[in-house]
């Protein structure tokens, strides 16, 4: 005999909550995925893949349970052998189960999914399978499976840290709302117990905000864990998170001595991910430019502890420290220099500077192409639009980088107090916004060029700005910086800064000002010679007063603190509140608030019109507020039976008497529903709130 299989077809109560509790348990590990898909592919190909998954669940359902694991399994085997296949050649050749296994760990202590080379097909292998599996067993009103196949996808991304703390807080009332709904629905539940699993998860969803908000509590509101991860801009982390006010630290970082100074670079970064920058991949070598013909020879000493070592771009030697190499060729210490450690740094680098780009052509290696031409499909087609209109008279790659950086120049203002972006900092940044600071002119140069085909990346570190000694630069937290670099083919990178040079010089100035002026640290040096070292291309500096982060950009919820405007909260805000608002709506419900509440305004409020309706509808209200006071009229009970059984004031019998005559004669007018309402406003005075 075929087991029958309701898939919808079924429609109770406990049920309909069950299944919208897998939705969003199953949505918040899906979440992680579209970001990613977002981020480097084409959102068209998730949806696809997403929706082919749940209609073969929906098919699935005649085959039995250890079936459709072994397809669930060889969907999820299928996927990752395609991940493989298409990796690059140097992975293949070095993959052994122990490299597996290595991977393994290495995600499942924090590495992001989106620090992969090759992390769309990933993202796209491991759709079907989480999604085909959960669905099967919900649809066959199995939660308990359900909930373990989205709640184990879930928890993998709780440990790689791509899950915010609003998702997994959500994903997890939505498991166990599953789990009770479907338990109840199996036993047949009333919608009272529906109701009081429902206000029970209410509870646990307000209790972080009721913590957060009290006195002396704690815990933070929903929202503030869920800005873009942030870190230095110059330090050597493997994302930064932009956006929000900052503050400018006069403290001095470190102090180089070289024959000549340079742009000390930090980081590069390759994935915008609309709300931050991701470096991919694990390691790299140094290597200096094609046609290098200058080589610049430095010495860092770190007066606060570094975790990063800035030096002049390309490094191509380091020795005095323990040290490794990024997938972006920037030197990093093995653990955190210590203040007056100091370390030896050769650079290689091509004198003609941006005049290297004026001939480049656009023949770029197929890895540059796939690895720096990325923008999120969600940054919009009204970026595109405008990188095309702002380079719309150049032609070359050259041309295209000089107009976007002469536009952001002239048309942008520069600000400390830019306001921050909930998802999209670019997109807000050109299209709605007229300020921002070194972050967001660099960031959108890179969208804007990338816009066209030119691949470009984003770079963090310090520019040199003083001079005090032969040969010395003291180097502090406002210098540091972000800028442009942009690939030329046969030559390699070429820096651009579309940052207006004169307004980091002021808030540089005014912040060791301040300093002075309030007896803060501002050098560990005697200043024997001081000399702003003014750039061709605009730089600026921003920092906070951390003494070993100093330019981290700090945001709030809705903006950052002294910001200018204000933004609206961010989609995982809102749905966080939404399910607050839902929750309070379930326990007021639960508690007969909200009945209590309507029929108060109903009690309350009289239709005008037929005055047959006014006089039933007063009627009705009577018998209502009397049921409230005393006891409900009994099944067969008469209306005049039952006033004086109460013994009814003269109201109710005069309300009674003209709700006969408007039954039986039909003759009231006018008055007589004037008198109804006024009968009834005296019977609900004498018993007071309905």
Not at 179 to 200: C, K, M, P, S, Y
Not at 363 to 370: A, G, S, T
Not at 503 to 526: F, H, Q, V
Not at 677 to 685: G, K, S, V, W
């Amino acid at each position: 005999m075929t087991r029958h299989v309701p898939v919808l077809g079924r429609c109770t109560p406990a049920r309909i909550a069950a299944l919208a509790c897998v939705a969003v348990l199953s949505a918040s590990s899906l979440a992680v995925l579209y970001h990613v898909v977002d981020v480097v592919g084409d959102l068209r190909l998730f949806w696809a893949v997403l929706f082919g998954s749940l209609c073969l669940a929906a098919l699935a359902q005649a085959v039995r349970p250890r079936y459709a694991l072994a397809v669930g399994v060889a969907l999820l085997g299928a996927g990752l052998l395609a991940y493989v296949s298409t990796a690059p050649e140097s992975y293949t050749r070095s993959l052994t189960v122990a490299q597996v296994a290595d991977d393994a760990v290495t995600l499942l202590t924090g590495y992001s999914v989106l620090r992969m080379v090759n992390v769309l097909v990933w993202a796209l292998a491991v759709v079907p399978a989480p999604a085909f599996l959960t669905w099967y067993f919900a649809f066959r009103e199995r939660y308990a499976p359900a909930v373990g196949v989205a709640g184990l996808a879930l928890g993998f991304f709780v440990l790689t840290g791509d899950s915010t703390g609003t998702a997994t807080l959500v994903g997890a009332l939505a498991a166990a709302g599953a789990v009770g709904f479907g338990t109840l629905d199996a036993h047949g539940a009333t919608r009272e117990q529906v109701e009081t699993v429902g206000v029970a998860l209410a509870l646990v969803a307000v209790a972080p905000v009721v913590v957060s908000v009290a006195p002396g509590g704690s815990g933070a509101t929903f929202g503030a864990a869920d800005t873009a991860p942030t870190t230095s801009l110059t330090s050597a982390e493997e994302r930064i998170g932009l956006g929000g006010a900052i503050d400018l630290s006069p403290t001095v970082q470190f102090v180089v001595r070289a024959d000549r100074p340079g742009y000390w670079r930090v980081g590069t970064y390759d994935r915008y991910t609309g709300s931050g920058w991701i470096r991919t991949g694990e390691s790299g070598t140094l290597a200096g430019p094609e046609g290098a013909d200058e080589r610049v020879a430095q010495r860092v000493t770190a007066k606060r502890p570094l975790s990063a070592m800035p030096a002049i771009a390309e490094p191509v030697a380091v020795d005095g420290v323990d040290y490794r190499v990024t997938s972006g060729g920037t030197p990093v210490p093995e653990g955190v220099l210590a203040t007056n450690e100091s370390y030896r740094v050769v650079s290689e680098r091509l004198r003609s500077g941006q005049r290297a780009l004026y001939a480049a052509g656009t023949d770029y290696p197929d890895e540059i192409e796939r690895r720096y031409l990325q923008v999120p499909d969600t940054t919009g087609g009204e970026v595109d639009a405008l990188a095309a209109d702002v380079t719309a008279n150049a032609s070359t790659p050259h041309a295209k980088a000089r107009a976007i950086e002469r536009w952001l120049e002239r048309t942008k203002t520069y600000s400390l107090d830019a306001p921050a972006a909930n998802d999209h900092l670019v997109r807000t940044f050109l299209l709605d916004t007229e300020t921002g600071y070194c972050v967001h002119y660099a960031s959108a140069m890179v969208v804007m060029l990338r816009a066209e085909g030119v691949p470009a990346r984003f770079v963090t570190g310090y520019t040199p700005d003083e001079q005090t000694g032969l040969g010395t630069w003291t180097v502090r937290g406002v210098d540091s910086h972000a800028w442009v670099e942009v690939y030329a083919p046969d030559t390699g990178w070429v820096r651009f800064d579309p940052t207006p040079a004169d307004a980091r010089i002021d808030a540089e100035e005014a912040a060791i000002a301040n300093a002075t002026g309030t007896g803060s640290e501002t050098t560990d040096d005697d200043r024997t010679t001081s000399t702003s070292t003014a750039t061709t291309t605009s730089t600026t500096t921003t920092s906070t007063s951390s003494v070993t982060a100093n330019a981290t950009p700090v945001t709030t919820v809705g903006g950052a603190e002294g910001a200018r405007g204000s933004t609206l909260p961010g989609p995982r805000t809102l749905l966080l509140w939404a399910v607050v608002a839902l929750g309070i709506a379930a326990v007021a419900r639960r508690l007969g608030l909200l009945t209590r509440g309507y029929r108060a305004l109903w009690v309350r409020w009289l239709p005008d019109g037929d005055p047959d309706a006014v006089v039933g509808g007063a009627h009705e209200r009577m018998l209502y507020v009397l049921a409230r006071r005393y006891r409900p009229r009994a099944s067969g009970e008469t209306v005049r039976g039952y006033l004086d059984a109460i013994d009814a004031s003269a109201p109710a019998r005069r309300l009674a008497a003209l709700h006969e005559r408007a039954r039986y004669r039909g003759d009231v007018g006018t008055d007589e529903a004037d008198e109804a309402r006024r009968a009834l406003r005296a019977l609900r005075d004498e018993n007071g709130r309905p």
